[in-house]
């Protein structure tokens, strides 16, 4: 195919690059309110890559000599290194969003060759691509990020091995267990949301360019040479699909407000032990707030805000279903409208991620505040149980003897370490010597072995599995 130099493209009556078929200039009101480069802004490096691959592919299809695409290539890295240099261009151009803006950018640098670029391309399946290799690199960044506060958990939970506390359920005190079981339990829900962004990361595997507007492209673009140089996979199987699919960003949001639910209730939780009423942690007095009014107070606002930006979250996630429910194939410029929730979601994640880090490793356990909490003697009421259901009476009843016998502690205020064997004796003969040996945190903590269980055994199983060794 001829690579003629393009004659200079005739300004459209209007200044826009699409502005040939309009008689008038776009209103100022509609321009503000179509506009996205003020936040599509951040994909400017994905926009470039991209150009630089589309460019490659256009000169393989013969659309463009050796020559201009050397050409439209250093002028991509040009507009890149000045974008990088400068992060607030973007605030005073008109541009209507940042492929336009780059675009436009590059046409100043290398003249009317610029506009060759968007051969056989499309905003459609160019957004589509800018997306896929934004969210892959974040998804990227937010999965080493959660490794970094998994080793900050297991560090944690190796380092207050042996302190004990009440595990509770429904805010109510249930059994002892070791503060480093509790520790690992957050472990396991990150390692969860762990492997739900990296399944997301797999379906984002399929590169988007060619698919043009929505029908595909009529330049003979190699795919797959595309794909392949920018890292992907393959190819999308459907042009149309390609302009309309936003399912990754769907998906991607879920998991992160799956993270965000278990950072905030976390945060929820140390809130809580933050408080005199627990004293269960001191937080740095970095991560924490004083009052205006109250010299006394220190709050733990790091902690409130992880927990209330969780919020934005799950509102971004409902935010981006509500936009796709109902929209007809292919694209719709409501798409236009996934950024804001996407950007706004990765930077809460990675900074909730980064705080919560840093809290994890750095808060003091006031083991003295647990472990008076956990000689509440009705927390082993349930090893009296099984101590009785294991010398062979059912459960039920056994259940049923002790419930009794918490009833005489609570109305006498004699905690079960105050009562001789004949007392216990009363309540059923099977209770013989042993039972206080049964009868302490430790004894209760220890008997949950097996794998899952708080004994320190299997707890220090656990940790070495964390940390890849077993
Ligand atoms: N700014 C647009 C978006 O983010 C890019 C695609 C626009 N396409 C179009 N035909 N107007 O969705």
């Known amino acids: 195919m001829a690579n003629k130099e393009t004659q200079p493209k005739k300004k459209s009556s209007t200044g826009k690059m699409w502005g040939g078929r309009f008689s008038?200039?776009?209103?100022?009101?509609?321009?503000?309110?179509?506009?996205?480069?003020?936040?599509?802004?951040?994909?400017?490096?994905y926009d470039i890559a991209?150009?630089?691959?589309?460019?490659?592919?256009?000169?393989?299809?013969g659309i463009l000599t050796e020559s201009e695409k050397k050409k439209?290539?250093?002028?991509?890295?040009?507009?890149?290194?000045?974008?990088?240099?400068d992060p607030l261009s973007f605030r005073w151009v008109p541009d209507e969003d940042i492929h336009m803006f780059v675009e436009r950018l590059l046409t100043e640098k290398i003249g009317p060759l610029g506009g060759k670029l968007h051969t056989g391309r499309s905003r459609n399946d160019q957004v589509a691509l800018d997306l896929k290799l934004y969210l892959r690199e974040k998804i990227a960044e937010i999965v080493s990020q959660?490794?970094?506060?998994?080793?900050?958990?297991?560090?944690?939970?190796?380092?207050?091995?042996?302190?004990?506390?009440?595990?509770?359920?429904?805010?109510?005190?249930?059994?002892p267990i070791l503060l480093s079981h509790y520790l690992l339990a957050y472990y396991e829900m990150f390692r969860r949301d762990r492997s739900r962004?990296?399944?997301?990361?797999?379906?984002?595997?399929?590169?988007p360019l060619g698919a043009g507007a929505l029908a595909g492209n009529s330049f003979g673009i190699d795919r797959m040479a595309v794909a392949a140089e920018l890292c992907f996979q393959g190819v999308t199987a459907n042009s149309i699909d390609t302009v309309s699919d936003r399912d990754f960003i769907a998906e991607f949001l879920s998991d992160a407000s799956l993270l965000m639910i278990h950072l905030s209730r976390w945060a929820e939780e140390w809130v809580l032990w933050s408080a005199s009423e627990f004293g269960f942690v001191d937080l740095p007095d970095r991560f924490c707030?004083?009052?205006?009014?109250?010299?006394?107070?220190?709050?733990?606002?790091?902690?409130?805000?992880?927990?209330?930006?969780?919020?934005?979250v799950f509102g971004?996630?409902?935010?981006?279903?509500?936009?796709?429910?109902?929209?007809?194939?292919?694209?719709?410029?409501?798409?236009?409208?996934?950024?804001?929730?996407?950007?706004?979601?990765?930077?809460?994640?990675?900074?909730?991620?980064?705080?919560?880090?840093?809290?994890?490793?750095?808060?003091?356990?006031?083991?003295?505040?647990?472990?008076?909490?956990?000689?509440?003697?009705?927390l082993l009421a349930t090893d009296l149980a099984d101590y009785l259901a294991q010398k062979g009476i059912p459960f039920r009843s056994a259940h049923e003897i002790v419930g009794k016998m918490v009833y005489k502690v609570v109305s006498e205020k004699r905690p079960f370490g105050e009562w001789s064997l004949p007392e216990f004796q009363k309540?059923?003969?099977?209770?013989?010597?042993?039972?206080?040996?049964?009868?302490?945190?430790e004894g209760s903590i220890e008997r949950r072995g097996g794998v899952g269980g708080t004994a320190s055994a299997s707890v220090k199983a656990a940790i070495k599995k964390a940390r890849g060794k077993n």
Request: aromatic share 6%.
């Open 316 to 378: 971004a996630l409902i935010n981006i279903l509500t936009v796709l429910k109902g929209l007809p194939l292919s694209y719709n410029r409501d798409m236009q409208e996934d950024k804001r929730p996407l950007f706004d979601t990765v930077d809460t994640v990675q900074e909730s991620l980064s705080l919560m880090t840093l809290l994890v490793s750095e808060t003091q356990f006031i083991s003295k505040k647990m472990e008076a909490a956990v000689s509440d003697s009705l």
């Open 146 to 175: 959660i490794d970094l506060l998994s080793e900050a958990i297991v560090k944690q939970s190796e380092k207050q091995m042996g302190v004990f506390l009440p595990g509770y359920t429904h805010m109510q005190r249930a059994q």
């Open 197 to 207: 962004l990296e399944d997301c990361k797999k379906r984002l595997n399929e590169m």
């Open 50 to 61: 991209g150009s630089i691959a589309h460019a490659n592919a256009l000169a393989r299809a």
């Open 72 to 85: 439209l290539i250093l002028g991509l890295k040009k507009v890149e290194a000045e974008l990088a240099e």
């Open 289 to 312: 707030t004083g009052s205006s009014m109250m010299p006394q107070k220190k709050n733990p606002d790091v902690l409130e805000l992880i927990r209330g930006k969780s919020g934005r």
């Open 427 to 441: 309540h059923s003969p099977l209770f013989e010597k042993d039972l206080f040996r049964v009868l302490t945190p």
């Open 24 to 45: 008038e200039a776009t209103d100022p009101q509609v321009d503000r309110f179509t506009e996205s480069l003020s936040y599509d802004y951040r994909l400017y490096r």
